[in-house]
C-alpha cells in the first residue's frame, strides 16, 4: 500500500517560517491535503489540492507539491499553530485515501 | 455545516456497535462521506466511504468484511456498523464529508470506541 512518510517533529520560534513535508512516490503527480489538529479536537483542513486554502485559513499557511515530496509552509509562525498536522492524498483507485503518520509542531 | 457522531461505548472484543453521524447544514444526499478513525495517541486511517446515494461503498483493507457503512439520506445521517471489534478497533471514530480531489472538508468531532475485556 501507499506510504506517506512526514517527520514526526518540527520545531521553530515564533515568527519565523515552518516547513512541514510529506514523502510519497511520485506524490506530485496526486492532489494531497494537509489538515490540522489540536488536542482534543476535529482536525481541520488548512490546505487542500496541493496549495489551495479554505476560506478562513490565513494566508501564512501555504502548500506546494513536486516530486517526491510535498510540503505545507506556515510563515510568521504563532503560538496558536501549535498542533499536529496531517498529509492525506487519494491514491487514485476508490479503495485508498491515505494519511501520513502527523508532524508536530512546536512553537518555541 | 455540522456533524456530531454518537453510539460509541466500552464493548467486549467480539461485539458489535453501530455509530451514527447525524448532518446539518448542508444537502447531505448530494456528498459523499466517509468514516475516518484515529487509534489514541496514533495518527489518521481511514476507515469507510459511501457515495452520496449509497450505491458505492468502499473500505480500508483492516476493516473489510467486518465493517458496514450505510446512510439515510431521508434522515441525514451516516451510520457505520461495526462488527466483531478488536482491541485494534479502539479508536475515536469521525465522519467526514468529502471534499474536492478526495480531501475531507469537513469533520464531526468524533465518538470513542473501546474494545475491551
Known amino acids: 500500500s501507499y506510504v506517506l512518510t512526514q517527520p514526526p517533529s518540527v520545531s521553530v520560534a515564533p515568527g519565523q517560517t515552518a516547513r512541514i513535508t510529506c514523502e510519497g512516490y511520485?506524490?506530485?503527480?496526486?492532489?494531497v491535503h494537509w489538515y490540522q489538529q489540536k488536542p482534543g479536537q476535529a482536525p481541520l483542513t488548512v490546505i487542500f489540492?496541493?496549495?489551495d486554502r479554505p476560506s478562513g485559513i490565513p494566508e501564512r499557511f501555504s502548500g506546494s507539491n513536486s516530486g517526491n515530496t510535498a510540503t505545507l509552509t506556515i510563515t510568521r509562525v504563532e503560538a496558536g499553530d501549535e498542533a499536529d498536522y496531517y498529509c492525506?492524498?487519494?491514491?487514485?483507485?476508490?479503495?485508498?485515501?491515505?494519511f501520513g503518520g502527523g508532524t508536530k509542531l512546536t512553537v518555541l | 455545516v455540522n456533524l456530531v457522531e454518537s453510539g460509541g461505548g466500552v464493548v467486549h472484543p467480539g461485539t458489535s456497535l453501530r455509530l451514527s453521524c447525524a448532518a446539518s447544514g448542508f444537502t447531505f444526499g448530494t456528498y459523499e462521506m466517509d468514516w475516518v478513525r484515529q487509534t489514541p495517541g496514533k495518527g489518521l486511517e481511514w476507515v469507510a466511504f459511501?457515495?452520496?446515494?449509497?450505491?458505492?461503498?468502499f473500505y480500508a483493507e483492516s476493516v473489510r468484511g467486518r465493517f458496514t457503512v450505510s446512510r439515510d439520506n431521508s434522515k441525514n445521517t451516516l451510520y457505520l456498523l461495526t462488527n466483531d471489534l478488536g482491541p485494534d478497533d479502539t479508536a475515536v471514530y469521525f465522519c467526514?464529508?468529502?471534499?474536492?480531489?478526495?480531501?475531507?472538508?469537513?469533520w464531526g468531532q468524533g465518538t470513542l470506541v473501546t474494545a475491551s475485556s
Open positions: 492525506q492524498m487519494w491514491v487514485g483507485n476508490l479503495y485508498d485515501r491515505v
Open positions: 459511501i457515495s452520496f446515494d449509497g450505491t458505492n461503498k
Open positions: 511520485n506524490i506530485g503527480s496526486k492532489s
Open positions: 489540492s496541493d496549495s
Open positions: 467526514a464529508r468529502q471534499g474536492v480531489r478526495g480531501s475531507f472538508d469537513y
